[in-house]
């Protein structure tokens, strides 16, 4: 069973940085798709950003755009989130997703993902 863990959460001030991390278990991933996810109080969990565990192809969200960045570890078995220029918006819980029947058409829609961590909390303050 694929297991998800998330961390590098904090508390940081506006325009700073953070970098998340989510480390997967317990499967092939030769076709894993894994996504970021975030939620803020109150609101609908959210995409922020997506990558393919092999061919690198990455998508963000237009909030986040050239402020986050995607990337991966493969000998680590690690996904990562740097996320720069922190705005108070960014705040919420972060969440790594997977899946190896998502697509790039269906990758925002929470329902496509099989695995979910536990989330990490972020807070920008202003």
């Known amino acids: 069973q694929v297991q998800l863990v998330e961390s590098g959460g904090g508390l940081v001030q506006a325009g700073g940085s953070l970098r998340l991390s989510c480390v997967v278990s317990?499967?092939?991933?030769?076709?894993?798709?894994m996504t970021w996810f975030r939620q803020a109080p109150g609101k609908e969990r959210e995409f922020v950003s997506r990558l393919t565990w092999t061919g690198g192809s990455t998508y963000y969200a237009d909030s986040v755009k050239g402020r986050f960045t995607i990337s991966r570890d493969n000998a680590k078995n690690t996904m990562y989130l740097q996320m720069n220029n922190l705005k108070p918006e960014d705040t919420g819980v972060y969440y790594c997703?997977?899946?190896?029947?998502?697509?790039?058409?269906?990758?925002?829609?929470?329902?496509?993902?099989?695995?979910w961590g536990q989330g990490t909390q972020v807070t920008v303050s202003s």
């Open positions: 317990g499967g092939t991933f030769s076709r894993y798709v």
């Open positions: 997703a997977g899946s190896s029947s998502v697509t790039i058409a269906t990758m925002r829609d929470v329902s496509s993902y099989d695995d």
